[in-house]
């Protein structure tokens, strides 16, 4: 079965970076593009970034864009989201995604917090 596992996440101070990593199961990784989500307390889920099943193209929320770079290796059946110059308001669960099919992980926790 499809299954997204989430890991990186934890406690950094503004302006640090983190490696967030999903790694993939059940399904042929290189089909499929991917995204990114984050849900923040109190507010609802939202887009991150998105990339292509090979990698050739990316997508940002204004948010992140200059901070944050989605990747991918699909021979690792893993998707990145490396984030840089990280701020308070980052703190939030995020989440990888299929991008086809309802397919998400159970999350890791970012906090930005000095």
């Known amino acids: 079965q499809v299954q997204l596992v989430e890991s990186g996440g934890g406690l950094v101070q503004p302006g640090g970076s983190l490696r967030l990593s999903c790694a993939a199961s059940?399904?042929?990784?290189?089909?499929?593009?991917m995204k990114w989500y984050r849900q923040a307390p109190g507010k609802e889920r939202e887009f991150v970034a998105r990339?292509?099943?090979?990698?050739?193209?990316?997508n940002y929320a204004d948010s992140v864009k200059g901070r944050f770079t989605i990747s991918r290796d699909n021979a690792k059946n893993t998707v990145y989201l490396q984030m840089n110059s990280l701020k308070p308001e980052d703190t939030a669960v995020y989440y990888c995604?299929?991008?086809?099919?309802?397919?998400w992980g159970q999350g890791t926790q970012v906090t930005v917090s000095s």
């Open positions: 995604k299929r991008a086809i099919g309802d397919y």
């Open positions: 059940g399904f042929a990784l290189s089909s499929y593009g």
């Open positions: 990339i292509s099943s090979f990698g050739d193209s990316t």
